[in-house]
Nanobody, 124 residues
Framework: QLQLVESGGGLVQPGGSLRLSCAAS????????ISWFRQAPGKEREGVSC????????NYADSVKGRFTISRDNAKNTVYLQMNNLRPEDTGVFYC?????????????????WGQGTQVTVSS
């Protein structure tokens, strides 16, 4: 079992920045691809960014390209999501999720290990 715990959410003004962390324990973390999902109020959950097990390949949803950066430190069993130039439409609960057979699809329904989520609110 892979356990994931998100942190770093909060309230930020439009144009501001936040850095989310996803800390893992359990199975060797370095074998898993990780995706960050966002669930906005009243909307379906969507994958916004994902990274392969080594950190050499990343993908982003069009809505966050150029503003969000995903990275990982396998020595610390942690994946990060740096979010810059935040917009009100980025508001939602952010979840990290893990999958053993990573295919680069950030919204895949194959992600089977999930954290509890962290709230991000972008508002003035």
């Amino acid at each position: 079992q892979l356990q994931l715990v998100e942190s770093g959410g909060g309230l930020v003004q439009p144009g501001g920045s936040l850095r989310l962390s996803c800390a893992a324990s359990g199975f060797p973390f370095a074998y898993y691809g990780i995706s960050w999902f966002r669930q906005a109020p009243g909307k379906e959950r969507e994958g916004v960014s994902c990274i392969d097990s080594t950190g050499s390949s990343t993908n982003y949803a069009d809505s966050v390209k150029g503003r969000f950066t995903i990275s990982r430190d396998n020595a610390k069993n942690t994946v990060y999501l740096q979010m810059n130039n935040l917009r009100p439409e980025d508001t939602g609960v952010f979840y990290c999720a893990g999958v053993y057979y990573y295919d680069g699809d950030c919204s895949s329904n194959q992600y089977n290990y999930w954290g509890q989520g962290t709230q991000v609110t972008v508002s003035s």
